[in-house]
T-cell receptor
Framework: GAGVSQTPSNKVTEKGKYVELRCDPI?????LYWYRQSLGQGPEFLIY????????DSGLPNDRFFAVRPEGSVSTLKIQRTERGDSAVYLC???????????FGQGTRLTVV | GNSVTQMEGPVTLSEEAFLTINCTYT??????LFWYVQYPGEGLQLLLK?????DKGSNKGFEATYRKETTSFHLEKGSVQVSDSAVYFC??????????FGTGTRLQVFP
């Protein structure tokens, strides 16, 4: 595609439910990143994939958060037992490699009620 | 730790006014510095960057100079336009995969 695509654009879920957020990176980009942006804050790093493997998951806040990228393209961020504090915009970005420009998607706005 | 501090907004200007958005950083090592912009309804876009001290990044009339002595990377534009209204994020990266962002500064330009 022309850019990084994230679906859904908005997600409302009840506290305690499980959610999946999807990211389609730019074709051919091997590096993929997830960030979380809370209201009034800048994006905070969650996880970085190089190809299929998570090269750096140091930003995941706890074990309720997990991400996969099984074929080195599409990635899914999974959140178990959602809490109201998980409400934020989740951003995905991709790049040709870790030290080149990252292109961001428009994000998924997650609201936990 | 590594962090970025940028001025709080909103910054409100009339068209053709001069813009400065301040950004300072704290880093262990030698970071690369970035300005990202988020226009309404769009994703974050890289506006400009500088990878070493005294480098000047520039794009679309915006400029920022990497000042190691003051640990700053202030964003400037000589004459803003209504279309520059957006949220601007300063960020750094230290030879790693992750960007560390400031909290963002909203710019509002009125005709």
């Amino acid at each position: 595609g022309a850019g990084v695509s994230q679906t859904p654009s908005n997600k409302v879920t009840e506290k305690g439910k499980y959610v999946e957020l999807r990211c389609d990176p730019i074709s051919g980009h091997t590096a993929l990143y997830w960030y979380r942006q809370s209201l009034g804050q800048g994006p905070e790093f969650l996880i970085y994939f190089q190809g299929t493997g998570a090269a750096d998951d140091s930003g995941l806040p706890n074990d309720r958060f997990f991400a996969v990228r099984p074929e080195g393209s599409v990635s899914t961020l999974k959140i178990q037992r959602t809490e109201r504090g998980d409400s934020a915009v989740y951003l995905c970005a991709s790049s040709t490699r870790w030290d080149t420009e990252a292109f961001f998607g428009q994000g998924t706005r997650l609201t936990v009620v | 730790g590594n962090s970025v501090t940028q001025m709080e907004g909103p910054v409100t200007l009339s068209e053709e006014a001069f813009l400065t958005i301040n950004c300072t950083y704290t880093a262990t090592g030698y970071p690369s510095l970035f300005w990202y912009v988020q226009y309404p309804g769009e994703g974050l876009q890289l506006l400009l960057k500088a990878t070493k001290a005294d480098d000047k990044g520039s794009n679309k009339g915006f400029e920022a100079t990497y000042r190691k002595e003051t640990t700053s990377f202030h964003l400037e534009k000589g004459s803003v336009q209504v279309s520059d209204s957006a949220v601007y994020f300063c960020a750094l990266n230290i030879n790693t995969d992750k960007l560390i962002f400031g909290t963002g500064t909203r710019l509002q330009v009125f005709p």
